[in-house]
């Protein structure tokens, strides 16, 4: 840290992403990345637009936005387009929550939050998951501070219903509650269709995990106007030109091929089904995951060893050192050809070999 570094932030514990090694060629299960390709006409569009990079972005996304609200049967002033989901949660930290107005979430979950919280001097409380790794849905009920939920939770996979969404979001009228969706397009129920009904509820979403557009960074919130106007105004107060040219090209044709990225959803769901089943069948215990990834144990063998074993042999997973969840893996969900090399390594591992 040099000597210039705020005494506000010297404290500041960074999030630590997921390693991108460049040591050699890995199966990547360790960032909820899609294994497929974006699509032809999405990687066409963004070779269209490098050609007018010499010009900023539209501030408005508009023709990203158009197409965006379409889809989703929402009005054009109910969204805001971000340079990953990252970025509108932590705008949404900065409008909406501050010393006097605090903000809560589960002990485990996405590890963003308590850094967005500590960056912008907000208080927070964490809520400790259930026995069976679960939100309780009664622990938010009418708490009176602002809420983030990852739905599905990250890294368990388990969903909230929308019911329990929906009384979570109608107890606290005088807050905001942030339903984060990263994954919802892998079997969850989304939170948008209550939009209408809530002018406290903000649901975002991305285009890094179903829509193989990592790289690319773009993400979303849908809200009521006045909200969503709150967001615009820490966004022109930040980065008006948040969304760049190629990856706006490249979002609005993802969305117009929507049939291709909900088909890669489907198999995702239909290999984390088959992985899930395999696991067990070698006795792991695999949470009831909705997402893109599965969260297991072993009895046999410890997290942290099974992680580095499978990192010696070329597959990367994800270990957190968190007590709770120490002896637990989060492993993305691959091609079937990722899940059977993975599940070959595991056997391996397990007979010590
Ligand atoms: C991956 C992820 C995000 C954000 O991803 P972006 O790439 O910034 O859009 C947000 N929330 C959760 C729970 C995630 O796992």
């Given at each position: 840290m040099s000597r210039f570094f705020t005494e506000r932030l010297s404290k500041l514990e960074a999030y630590t992403p997921g390693e991108?090694?460049?040591?050699?060629?890995?199966?990547?299960?360790?960032?909820?990345?899609?294994?497929f390709a974006p699509s032809e006409s999405v990687?066409?569009?963004?070779?269209?637009?490098?050609?007018?990079?010499?010009?900023?972005?539209?501030p408005?996304?508009?023709?990203?936005?158009?197409?965006?609200?379409?889809?989703?049967?929402?009005?054009?002033?109910?969204?805001?387009?971000?340079?990953?989901s990252d970025e509108v949660l932590n705008f949404a930290f900065m409008a909406f929550s501050d010393t006097s107005r605090?903000?809560?979430?589960?002990?485990?979950?996405?590890?963003?939050?308590?850094?967005?919280?500590?960056?912008?001097?907000?208080?927070?409380?964490?809520?400790?998951?259930?026995?069976?790794?679960?939100?309780?849905?009664?622990?938010y009920i009418g708490i009176g501070k602002n809420i983030v939920i990852a739905n599905p939770n990250a890294p368990t996979g388990i969903a909230l219903s929308l019911a329990d969404i929906e009384r979570i979001v109608a107890s606290n009228p005088d807050n905001v509650v942030i339903i984060d969706e990263a994954y919802v397009d892998f079997g969850a129920e989304s939170a948008v269709a209550l939009v209408p009904k809530y002018p406290n509820l903000l649901v975002t979403g991305t285009f890094s995990k179903s829509r193989s557009l990592a790289g690319a960074r773009l993400g979303f919130g849908i809200a009521q106007r006045e909200l969503i106007a709150d967001l615009n105004t820490i966004k022109y107060s930040t980065n008006p030109y948040n969304v760049n040219r190629?990856?706006?090209?490249?979002?609005?044709?993802?969305?117009?091929?929507?049939?291709?990225?909900?088909?890669?959803?489907?198999?995702?769901?239909?290999?984390?089904?088959?992985?899930?089943?395999?696991?067990?069948?070698?006795?792991?215990?695999?949470?009831?995951?909705?997402?893109?990834?599965?969260?297991?144990?072993?009895?046999?063998?410890?997290?942290?060893?099974?992680?580095?074993?499978?990192?010696?042999?070329?597959?990367?997973?994800?270990?957190?050192?968190?007590?709770?969840?120490?002896n637990f893996n989060r492993i993305t969900v691959g091609t079937r050809a990722e899940m059977d090399a993975l599940l070959a390594q595991i056997e391996n591992i397990l007979k010590g070999n």
């Open positions: 991108q090694p460049k040591d050699m060629k890995y199966i990547k299960l360790n960032t909820n990345e899609s294994p990687i066409a569009a963004a070779e269209r637009e490098a050609h007018r990079l010499m010009l900023y972005s539209d408005e996304c508009t023709p990203l936005v158009s197409a965006f609200s379409e889809l989703y049967g929402i009005d054009k002033s109910e969204l805001i387009m971000t340079n990953g605090p903000i809560v979430f589960p002990d485990i979950t996405y590890g963003f939050y308590p850094v967005f919280a500590r960056l912008n001097g907000i208080p927070y409380e964490e809520i400790p998951l259930s026995e069976d790794f679960s939100v309780n849905p009664e622990d190629m990856t706006m090209a490249a979002g609005e044709a993802a969305i117009r091929d929507n049939a291709y990225y909900m088909n890669n959803c489907k198999t995702v769901m239909e290999n984390r089904e088959y992985t899930r089943d395999r696991l067990c069948a070698l006795g792991f215990r695999v949470l009831p995951s909705v997402a893109n990834f599965l969260f297991a144990e072993s009895p046999d063998v410890d997290g942290e060893k099974l992680y580095l074993e499978l990192r010696r042999r070329g597959i990367l997973i994800r270990h957190f050192s968190k007590e709770r969840i120490k």
